[in-house]
């Protein structure tokens, strides 16, 4: 069965460290990966997608993130966190035939402190 | 990039009630639109896919007859919660696919929070 796994349910992270959200999925073809970013009370926001080519995917907001075949992965990064950045993170897999929904992890919830 | 809307944007309803909430596709035409609920600190469930001209397909465990979808034309699916019930109290969010999307990309709505008294 396809499924998202966020192992991290709440990271707290200084402001001006890197960051790491991790996120495996399972799926029996190529997936399609997104990360979603989500502030409270407010709609998803898309950071970023990988379809096909270049594992290394650069999004909004200075995040990126590598797709890794062999781990099932696709870690989220981002070099220096500021404090704008604290909101809740998803990771989703989709499907490349038309009309299927995403399948979305249970979220990490970033917090940054001073 | 392509816009989804909804509509209203928060709900606020008694009890035995019903509330009807508006996904519009503002640029693009849209044969399929699905149906996310979200509890506090939740992530997305999905509850329905709609399909235009024809009825939706609903997840396990998801009430046809409470949460009552149509997707009447290319850019509108409605979701209707008929009789809700503080429990129903939730953030809804739609998605939507252009038909030529090469990857199946969705566009999300902003949501709509329903609260019932």
Redesign the interface.
Known sequence: AQSVTQPDIHITVSEGASLELRCNYSYGATPYLFWYVQSPGQGLQLLLKYFSGDTLVQGIKGFEAEFKRSQSSFNLRKPSVHWSDAAEYFCAVGAYQAGTALIFGKGTTLSVSS | GAVVSQHPSWVICKSGTSVKIECRSLDFQA??M?W?RQFP????M?MA?S?EGSKATYEQGVEKDKFLINHASLTLSTLTVTSAHPEDSSFY?C?A?P?D??????F????T?LTVL
């Open positions: 044969t399929t699905f996310y600190k939740q992530s997305l999905l896919t399909n969010i998605s696919s038909p999307s090469p990857y199946n990309e969705q999300f709505g902003p949501g929070r």
